[in-house]
């Protein structure tokens, strides 16, 4: 598997003898792991260069935070993207319906990286490999999608950051008043 810069694959391998190796109980967790070995991966040279594990969050600098929220466009807009930041939104993709009436996976993210993923035990049965790895890069893009977009070229980019605080206090104030 191998990641983007928001520690989100862009290229999943499954195994084609894959329903020779691994009962379809275990596609969930193989999936789990094969994205816990691809964030290893990452944060091997980082640990070996004086890094931490933290510096693996795709966290934006509190600049492009308050700049983002500024962005927005109404007080559930500004909460969702203010609870994104915070750690408290989490992100859902499913996978297409299947067969069986569900989806063929979920995954759940945060702001950092892919919190959970679900494989249908019934679709994998019968899936192509290829299938399974495609369901997933689906999925991913669809959380790429859900995660909030920040603009280093926004009109407010050209504010300080006092002024950013003031301004951000002051709409944070309007859209309560606005409700």
């Given at each position: 598997?191998k990641l983007d810069a928001d520690n989100l694959p862009t290229e999943v391998h499954v ?43 795709s966290q934006q600098s509190h600049r492009l935070q308050m700049i983002s929220l500024l ?109």
């Amino acid at each position: 598997m191998k990641l983007d810069a928001d520690n989100l694959p862009t290229e999943v391998h499954v195994d084609r003898n894959i329903h020779n190796r691994i009962s379809t109980t275990g596609y969930s967790e193989a999936a789990t792991t094969g994205y816990q070995l691809a964030i290893w991966d990452r944060a091997i040279p980082l640990l070996q260069r004086g890094g931490a594990l933290s510096d693996l969050r795709s966290q934006q600098s509190h600049r492009l935070q308050m700049i983002s929220l500024l962005e927005t466009r109404s007080l559930q807009e500004f909460e969702t993207l203010e609870n994104a930041f915070a750690g408290r939104s989490t992100f859902k993709a499913d996978g297409p319906i299947t067969h069986t009436g569900a989806p063929s996976m979920a995954l759940h993210a945060n702001l950092s990286w892919i919190t959970r993923i679900e494989i249908s035990e019934e679709w994998a049965a019968q899936a192509d490999p290829w299938h399974i790895s495609a369901d997933l890069i689906s999925c991913t893009k669809s959380i790429r999608e859900q995660r909030p977009k920040f603009d280093q070229t926004s009109t407010w980019a050209i504010h300080s950051d006092i002024d950013l605080e003031s301004e951000l206090r002051k709409y944070r104030d309007y859209l309560k008043g606005s409700k």
